[in-house]
């Protein structure tokens, strides 16, 4: 007989969509704004609430849109949580180049 895996809801969070929090998120905003000293973007709030609620989420966002700031605020409220940031290194330095340049 093979084990049962369990099954955990996957969310996908798109920083170019708005999305709706809940009141229990706001509160939780409200007091990272009290350390972080900005605003979370609904898509932040979205991705932070699905993670409270003990999913899995896939965030797509692109260069400084502020993904360091929802693993951050995890890492505040689960420190046993696994986080994977995959950050495409070469092709950022390749972009942050490609501006300096004249």
């Keep these: 007989m093979t084990p049962r895996q369990q099954f955990r ?3 996908f969070v798109d920083a170019d969509t708005e ?4 009141g229990e998120t706001e509160a939780f905003l409200d007091r990272l704004q009290s350390v972080f000293k900005f ?4 898509w932040q709030a979205h ?19 502020g993904k360091s700031f929802v693993f951050q605020a995890m890492a505040l ?3 046993k949580a696994i986080v994977l940031v995959i950050c ?3 092709a950022l330095m390749e ?7 004249f």
């Design 95 to 101: 972009n942050q180049v490609r501006q300096v340049q």
């Design 39 to 42: 605003r979370a973007y609904s």
């Design 47 to 65: 991705a932070i609430q699905c993670l409270r609620n003990g999913n899995d989420v896939l965030v797509r966002a692109g260069t400084a849109s």
């Design 88 to 90: 495409p290194l070469i």
């Design 19 to 22: 999305y709706a929090s809940s």
């Design 9 to 11: 809801l996957k969310r």
């Design 77 to 79: 409220t689960k420190p």
